[in-house]
């Protein structure tokens, strides 16, 4: 199953969603193939990290999205992160995909961002007929109880039509950066945190039983 981790901002979190996922199909699954299309080579960078740092399991990442196609209905995982610096491979990754999941973070300016997306994967695939399974969900979400705009922007992205919302979030801690920037999955630097609980959640969320 090809799943492409996406979203025409920049910022949205998208590089750590997709390591974190791919570290934990790895170590349940045993396998996983990454492709970073983003120009910034993010998802890249902490990969050479993790690989400097001789942490097992080890991942590979690939960058060529014409290499992308030979996925297509093979039933082994992949991950794609996308940017829009590399509008063409982004398109191509889109008509590619099994399934696209979008980290929106809590601003009206983002929900937006997304409404865009979405017609953009309309029109790409050609028609909301043809489009593959869209799956957003609140990532980033204010960690403080007062602040209004992650709840306002998670009612407005179930909202939105063609896209399904995930009922669970991922919240803005500073152990996602920590871990991140060491090369590893927020799991493994810190098990019994908050972040590794919401990580899991979500990668069993969409990989259920490690399928």
């Known amino acids: 199953m090809i799943t492409v981790i996406g979203n025409l901002k920049g910022g949205t979190g998208k590089s750590t969603v997709a390591f974190n996922l ?20 993010t998802l890249s960078d902490v990969v050479d990290i993790r690989e400097e740092e001789g942490y097992d399991p080890d991942l590979e990442v690939f960058d060529d999205v014409t290499a992308l196609k030979a996925w297509k209905n093979k039933k082994s995982e992949v991950i794609v992160d996308v940017g829009t610096a590399d509008f063409e491979s982004m398109k191509l990754a889109l008509k590619l995909a099994d399934r696209i999941v979008v980290p929106v973070p809590p601003s009206q300016a983002d929900i937006w961002s997304t409404q865009r997306f979405i017609k953009i994967i309309r029109d790409e695939c050609g028609g909301i007929n043809k489009i593959p399974d869209m799956l957003g969900f609140i990532n980033r979400a204010d960690t403080h109880r ?7 922007a998670e009612e407005a992205l179930s909202y939105l039509k063609s896209i399904q919302h995930i009922n669970l979030r991922l919240y803005q801690r500073t152990a996602y950066r920590r871990s991140f920037s060491e090369g590893l999955a927020v799991f493994e630097m810190q098990p019994t945190s908050k972040a590794s609980k919401e990580i899991i959640e979500l990668a069993k969320h969409l990989y259920p039983k490690g399928k």
């Not at 170590?27 to 990454?34: R, Y």
């Open 146 to 152: 007062g602040v209004r705009e992650t709840d306002e």
């Open 22 to 41: 791919a570290i934990w199909l790895k170590i349940k699954k045993g396998s996983v193939t990454i492709f970073d299309l983003d120009p910034q080579k």
